[in-house]
């Protein structure tokens, strides 16, 4: 089994900065992509970053100079550093990572989400 555990989210004013993790357990072979979505209250859930495995990064109008993705290859960890965060920025945030397991078994896997408020 692969599992996805996010964490570091929370309640920040405006302005302010988080940083989530995301890191990948089980029988892992190989992590490819890896990515943050978020998803706001009635509203579908939206791309913020994705990095390659060879670490190029792509990233959403809204939060780009903002947030910033990385990842650790040794720790199966990926992180967002989210800065100068907005009320708009208010939502669950999901990882995901397309990871080919010990069997040889490739798919996307997702987080359970961790939600992130920004107050005014």
């Known amino acids: 089994q692969v599992q996805l555990v996010e964490s570091g989210g929370g309640l920040v004013q405006a302005g302010g900065s988080l940083r989530l993790s995301c890191a990948a357990s089980?029988?892992?072979?190989?992590?490819?992509?890896m990515g943050w979505y978020r998803q706001a209250l009635g509203k579908e859930r939206e791309l913020v970053a994705t990095?390659?495995?060879?670490?190029?990064?792509n990233y959403a109008d809204s939060v780009k100079g903002r947030f910033t993705i990385s990842r650790d290859n040794a720790k199966n960890t990926k992180y967002l550093q989210m800065n100068s965060l907005k009320p708009e920025d208010t939502a669950v945030y999901y990882c995901?990572?397309?990871?080919?397991?010990?069997?040889?078994?490739?798919?996307?896997?997702w987080g359970q989400g961790t939600q992130v408020t920004v107050s005014s």
């Open positions: 995901n990572a397309d990871i080919t397991t010990t069997m040889r078994y490739s798919r996307r896997y």
């Open positions: 089980g029988r892992i072979f190989s992590i490819n992509a």
């Open positions: 990095i390659t495995s060879g670490g190029s990064t």
